[in-house]
């Protein structure tokens, strides 16, 4: 067979060989795990404008806001009616907290409906009970101080800029 240099000589070449194709297979390998891609999507799903605000629910509600302001609105001027009369037994009426009724809030059965007109007309009474006081009362503001106060305030940012 072959002499012992040559055995010695072909196992080291072999081995020089494997190795140099190990170093290969692992550089080709890094390479393709460089070039991939992730397969798990994690970003977060697309949103769409019309549904992210329910209008339908929105305009249900500005609906039933905009009743309530134009039932507020009647009663008060009802209220304002009533307190401007001069009639005593009217006016004796209206402190006692009796406002008067619609034909719709009594023929009313459903209980929430009734709860909250009743709600409104409690917050109609306490509004109309603060406008009267308010034309009673005297303000406890005094215009030409804060007139006079506005004009110092004034005096001094000027004053400030000046410096700034």
Same mark, same amino acid.
């Not at 302001?69 to 009647?74: A, K, L, P, S």
């Not at 009639?87 to 402190?95: F, G, M, T």
């Not at 619609?102 to 917050?123: H, V, Y």
């Given at each position: ?6 055995? $010695? ?8 060989? =494997? /190795?140099?194709?190990?170093? %290969?297979? &692992?550089?080709? *390998? +890094? ?53 401007? $009369? ?8 209206? =402190? /006692?907290?009796?406002?008067? %009724?619609? &034909?719709?809030? *009594? +023929? ?57």
């Amino acid at each position: 067979d072959l002499p012992l240099w040559q055995t $010695r000589y072909r196992a080291f070449a072999m081995g020089l060989v =494997e /190795k140099k194709m190990q170093e %290969r297979q &692992d550089a080709m *390998m +890094k390479k393709r795990i460089d070039k991939m891609k992730p397969t798990v999507d994690n970003k977060p799903p697309p949103s769409y404008e019309h549904m992210k605000y329910n209008l339908k629910k929105q305009q249900q509600e500005d609906d039933r806001l905009t009743e309530i302001e134009r039932e507020n609105g009647i009663l008060l001027d009802k209220l304002s009616r009533i307190a401007s $009369r001069k009639e005593p037994d009217k006016a004796k009426a209206l =402190e /006692k907290g009796a406002a008067p %009724r619609s &034909d719709m809030t *009594m +023929k009313d059965s459903n209980p929430a409906r009734k709860a909250e007109l009743q709600r409104i007309a409690e917050e109609n009474q306490q509004l109309l009970k603060r406008i009267q006081d308010a034309q009673t009362s005297k303000s406890d503001y005094n215009k030409e101080a804060l007139d006079e106060e506005f004009q110092k305030h004034e005096a001094y940012c000027k004053v400030g800029s000046k410096f700034q």
